[in-house]
């Protein structure tokens, strides 16, 4: 939100305090400052004047002599703009000023004014264009101002320019601060300095508003106030320049002298205004309630149809919606310039009622965005009157006597008890209970003492925020001064012996972490379109933050490959993540609410160099095979003892993949990521990927492992090799010849895989050294060589293998 120093001026007196300072101390005060400006000292030098006379340059046919009075003194000033002439107003840069733009330049670098002699002629200043002066893009001639420009203003003064706009940012608890009566309290307090009292001087005349309106509120749940003004006999037209400046100043469009006057306002008191008008309003009554089954839609004074629901609130005449309460005004009763008459609107709506209504139209406003973090219900006379002023005195009407007011009862100030030693226990401060009471009084909440230790505060109705002795204590401690506390503390040393038990997930965390892999959180909310990539039946909101926020993840893995992506432009190509989080889908075609599956997901993510470069030894990149063996360790850390990695095809997500299943029950894929995914977010290496349910993965833990004794007899060591169809796993041999072997098995693993010279084509051979053992014997030729007959039978009549002789 942007407030004018200027503005603040008229509020509080802030005569010697620097910009500094009060940027220094709002930020000190919570109310962030994120950037202050004041463009006059661009303008420094530059002033109005009046062109008195216009000759011809005598060695220059493009060029003109021309005398200016700049306020009491004239300058001849040589000028070369085809339109200038005697009796126009201009802008003049003085010797010395800076001219912000030089529209000769390729560059437009600013230059200094010097006393010059052009073509023979002494020139003392400028005759500026818009162009020069960075207020536009004219430069076919100098910049001419009206009539009512005042010789010798200095610009910055004349533009209303000449002012200092600080940029503040605003916690959602601080409503009353959204307007520059609300910094200005701050400021008060915070500067001990006094607020200057605005009332209005008000002329009321003809008959009285009731016989001019009438206002029922019928949705008293989400109105608790309406209070309204009828103003007859007015002209619309342009706002008058105090108006249009303060206006423009603070980043706002002004539109005429009618709206201009409600956004002021809002802006100074920060109670959202509307004006109706009058003729437009069906039988001159507004009506407040939720839409009628039939009144489905309604266009608002942007131009766009809006679809309306049964619990939005709306401000409607006697036929018709003409507004949706707290958000925006409707086409069929904005104010134009055949307006003679209007109705003021100042109501007070419930912020919960508003802040849904905004974020199912996807519409926020200005004001909108006051009503959802709450507005006084006390303010809305104050707010009409100060505006009836501003707009009988810029267009000429007549107030018409009294106030429509319909309020659900009378709002008082809230009572909280304050103890002083809960104060200072709290700050870590020694404050007695009349700096206390100072200080609370100092921001407009009155305290009575109760004893010499206890105070009764009256919470204003602008401070909905306020509701406990905590939320007093905080405002003790920030108005203080934070700074002010000492920065001395106490604490407590607990020699308990005991701690919370790691939770599962918790081990796993502590599993991956020292196996070199760093844990990342995403974002479970993304775009439709990611969401949907890997599977079409996605969670969608009602009310999405933002398109990018439309719809909740199915997989963990965007957010992988955008962690990825993150990583690689800060330079890290070497990448080991794991995520624990949740995947949601629709439950059925249909979605409703919680009609949805969630699901516990384990992912890992391996991206760039598994081992890298030495002087002894070769890069080596990630591959298939180092995802698996992570996905073992994995599962040898749950105690596991039966799985299985069976190549799947490849799916849009992954172009080379694994399925794992554990005691025959599906648990999740495991790949090399696919180009189609990893364009998706544009990651430009290759990433290997594993998802897991990590549900199953934990339901199929076993508590303990199994351990025996050392063998008494030695293993029998031999190799084995079998040639079978190329796409034969060698998991599945391996698990055919653990069940040949029966209670001898001891060991295997693959040693070699060859196709080629001396294989069928579409085959291939695998080599395998087996070990195999005995609890109660050392094992003889005759065992060995039946197992091999075992196996040969075995593998024969599974998968067709043969074994391989070896020559003699």
């Not at 709290?426 to 009575?448: F, H, M, N, Q, V």
């Not at 029998?716 to 209670?743: C, R």
Request: charged share 25%.
């Amino acid at each position: 939100m942007k407030i004018s120093r200027k503005w603040l001026q008229q509020l509080v007196d802030l005569t010697d305090i620097s910009d500094e300072d009060i940027a220094s101390r709002l930020t000190m005060l919570g109310i962030e400052v994120e950037s202050f400006e004041n463009p006059s000292g661009t303008y420094k030098g530059f002033v109005v004047g009046s062109v008195l006379e216009v000759e011809k340059h005598p060695n220059a046919d493009k060029l003109s002599l021309c005398k200016v009075d700049i306020g009491g003194e004239v300058k001849s000033i040589v000028c070369g703009a085809p339109n200038v002439a005697a009796g126009q107003k201009v802008p003049v840069g003085l010797v010395g000023a800076t001219v912000p733009h030089n529209q000769h330049d390729p560059d437009g670098k600013p230059f200094q004014l010097t006393k010059a002699t052009i073509r023979g002629v002494e020139s003392e200043g400028m005759i500026c264009s818009a162009n020069e002066l960075g207020l536009g893009e004219d430069k076919s001639g100098i910049m001419v101002f009206g009539e009512d420009a005042v010789v010798g203003t200095p610009l910055a003064e004349f533009l209303g320019i000449d002012d200092t706009v600080f940029e503040i940012s605003l916690t959602p608890n601080r409503g009353d601060c959204l307007s520059h009566a609300g910094i200005a309290r701050e400021l008060s307090s915070a500067f001990t300095r006094k607020l200057i009292p605005r009332r209005a001087r008000l002329r009321e005349e003809g008959g009285p508003v009731n016989e001019s309106a009438k206002v029922e509120v019928v949705a008293e749940d989400l109105c608790p106030r309406y209070s309204a003004r009828v103003i007859r006999g007015m002209r619309v037209g342009p706002s008058p320049k105090w108006l249009k400046d303060f206006v423009e100043r603070i980043g706002m469009r002004s539109i005429n002298n009618v709206v201009d006057a409600t956004n002021y306002v809002m802006m100074e008191l920060g109670q959202p205004l509307h004006a109706f008008d009058l003729k437009l309003i069906a039988g001159h009554k507004i009506v407040v309630r939720r839409p009628r089954k039939e009144e489905i839609s309604f266009t608002t004074l942007d131009g766009k149809e809006r679809n309306v629901s049964p619990e939005m609130l709306m401000i409607c005449d006697k036929e018709k919606i003409v507004a949706i309460a707290g958000v925006m005004g409707g086409m069929n009763s904005e104010i134009n310039h055949d307006t003679t008459d209007i109705l003021i609107e100042s109501a007070n709506f419930t912020p919960s009622s508003i802040r849904k209504t905004s974020k199912e139209l996807g519409l926020s406003t200005e004001a909108s965005y006051r009503f959802e973090r709450g507005v006084d219900p006390n303010l809305t006379i104050h707010a009409l009157d100060r505006v009836s002023e501003i707009i009988v005195e810029a267009s000429g009407g007549r107030l018409a006597p009294g106030i429509i007011d319909v309020a659900v009862g009378k709002f008082l100030q809230r009572r909280v008890e304050l103890h002083v030693d809960q104060v200072n226990r709290l700050l870590g401060t020694r404050l007695a209970s009349g700096e206390i009471k100072r200080i609370l009084e100092s921001i407009e909440i009155p305290c009575d003492k109760k004893s010499e230790t206890v105070l009764i505060c009256a919470v204003p109705t602008f401070r909905g925020d306020i509701e406990r002795g905590v939320d007093l204590i905080e405002e003790v401690g920030r108005v203080h001064g934070y700074e002010k506390i000492a920065d001395s503390f106490q604490t407590r040393l607990s020699f308990d012996p005991r701690f919370r038990a790691l939770t599962q997930t918790d081990e796993l965390r502590e599993l991956l972490a020292g196996a070199g892999f760093n844990e990342i959180v995403t974002n479970s909310l993304q775009p439709s379109d990611l969401a949907g990539f890997h599977d079409s039946s996605f969670v969608t909101l009602s009310n999405p933050i933002s398109e990018d926020m439309a719809a909740m993840r199915t997989s963990l893995l965007i957010g992988a490959l955008q962690t990825v992506k993150l990583n690689m432009s800060y330079g890290l190509k070497n990448m080991k993540f794991f995520e624990i989080g949740r995947a949601y889908k629709v439950a059925d075609e249909k979605q409703t609410v919680g009609n949805f599956i969630e699901s516990e997901r384990i992912s890992i993510t391996l991206s760039g160099t598994a081992d890298p470069v030495s002087y002894d030894r070769k890069e080596v990149k990630f591959d298939i095979f180092d995802l698996k063996s992570e996905i073992e360790r994995l599962l040898r850390y749950l105690n596991l003892d039966s799985w299985d990695f069976i190549s799947y095809d490849t799916t849009k997500e992954y172009e080379q993949s694994l399925k794992l299943f554990v005691n025959g029950m599906e648990l999740g894929l495991a790949g090399r990521v696919s180009n189609l995914a990893l364009r998706k977010v544009s990651v430009e290496q290759e990433v290997y990927y594993a998802e897991l349910d990590l549900s199953r993965l934990l339901a199929a833990r076993k508590d303990a492992r199994k351990f025996r004794a050392l063998p008494r007899f030695p293993f029998a060591s031999f190799d084995l090799s079998f040639i079978v169809h190329v796409e034969t796993p060698a998991a599945k041999i391996m698990e055919s010849l653990k069940s040949a072997a029966g209670n001898m098995f001891r060991d295997i693993s693959v040693f070699d895989i060859y196709s080629g010279e001396g294989i069928p084509e579409g085959k291939k051979s695998i080599a395998f050294t087996v070990a195999l053992g005995s609890e109660e014997r050392t094992l003889n030729e005759g065992d060995i060589a039946g197992f091999i007959a075992n196996a040969e039978r075995k593998l024969g009549s599974e998968f067709s293998a043969e074994l391989r002789k070896q020559k003699s």
